[in-house]
């Protein structure tokens, strides 16, 4: 028995006013065959010996001991739920209608009522598919507030968004599994997305007309660069020999990340897609010896138009002894041009 508090009041169980102590008890029960262990919170009276019950303590026990089931058999805990709901900021009255059940179901879930596996198995797949709960909510539609509605899409919208990040960035790091040990390829580096990311952005601020090809050397330049100098590269992409010069693996998942914008201009012939830095990018990750580096990078190729920097490039040694679509070795970091 653990005390919380005490306090003067008159005693319900000797019925004398003393001071009267809140205890914590671990209790054991058995719900649906399964024994656990839970804590009850009572009143205790030193007179009688007796536990008692107070304010809505009942229910909270009970609370706890059905949570203590939950998780003895793998089922979500009504705290979890709770969590669930809130993701999507939605009333627990709109959560039932809009996953099809009895308009009460989920407030006796959050409360006393244990769930059963298959109700279980949908608020997981709520939790971890934002798109699945704008389709249900879609179904639901008719029965929601108008302005209920739009709330709780947005929410899904936005966790939606999260989760293609997420998405995107584990088929990238999937990839890049196959360069694991070979640190030649990799800048003796492992990939770091997020740094990556910021790189792309830094530039994308620095560099005046920045498009989608110049911007992919000045990436390797920066790699390499730092790699001349630290023996380490910046970002942990691995660059292959492509006919305009170098571009890194994945490429074309890594400029659809969050918190990368470009806009596409059209020309004669073709699309530019032309990177500018998000409003509120700040630098968070790199080191000052990592930002020197760029910065000498930008100073050397901001006034470079892409065939410059494709000439450039394919000058290097480092391309020129790698063969077309290979990957290419931070080796001949010593032999670059700058
Ligand atoms: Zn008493």
New binding site residues.
């Given amino acids: 028995m653990k005390v919380i508090s005490t306090g003067k009041k008159l005693?319900l169980?000797?019925m004398?006013e003393?001071e009267?102590k809140r205890v914590e008890v671990q209790e054991e029960n058995i719900f649906k065959g399964v024994r656990v262990k839970y804590t009850a919170k009572y009143e205790y009276?030193?007179?009688?010996k007796e536990y008692l019950t107070y304010e809505d303590s009942l229910d909270t026990n009970d609370l706890a001991f059905k949570d203590a089931y939950r998780k003895e058999v793998g089922l979500l805990t009504s705290q979890e739920i709770v969590e669930i709901r809130d993701m999507y900021d939605v009333s627990q009255k709109d959560f039932s209608k809009i996953l099809g059940w009895g308009s009460s179901t989920i407030t006796r879930y959050e409360n006393h009522q244990v769930q059963d596996g298959v109700h279980d198995d949908v608020l997981m797949k709520v939790a971890s598919d934002p798109k699945w709960f704008m389709e249900l909510l879609n179904r639901a539609k008719r029965e929601l507030t108008d302005k209920a509605y739009r709330k709780y899409l947005s929410k899904a919208k936005e966790h939606y968004r999260q989760n293609q990040n997420k998405y995107l960035k584990e088929s990238i790091e999937a990839d890049y599994t196959k360069y694991e040990g070979k640190s030649n390829l990799t800048g003796n580096a492992g990939l770091n997305i997020d740094k990556a990311v910021e790189v792309i952005n830094y530039l994308a601020q620095n560099v005046p007309d920045l498009y989608k090809v110049k911007l992919m050397k000045m990436l390797w330049y920066c790699d390499c660069l730092h790699y001349k100098r630290e023996k380490k590269s910046i970002t942990g992409l691995v660059y292959k020999a492509l006919p305009l010069g170098a571009v890194p693996e994945r490429y074309e998942v890594l400029v659809l990340l969050e918190g990368i914008e470009y806009c596409e201009v059209q020309y004669d012939e073709y699309i530019g897609y032309k990177f500018k830095a998000p409003l509120d990018f700040k630098v968070e990750t790199l080191s000052n010896a990592e930002i020197r580096v760029i910065d000498e990078v930008i100073e050397r190729f901001k006034n470079y138009n892409t065939k410059q920097i494709i000439d450039k490039m394919h000058e290097e040694e480092a391309y020129r002894n790698t063969p077309e679509y290979q990957p290419i070795s931070y080796e001949y970091a010593k032999s670059l041009s700058i």
């Fill in positions: 005693c169980s000797c004398e003393h009267v009276c030193d007179r009688t």
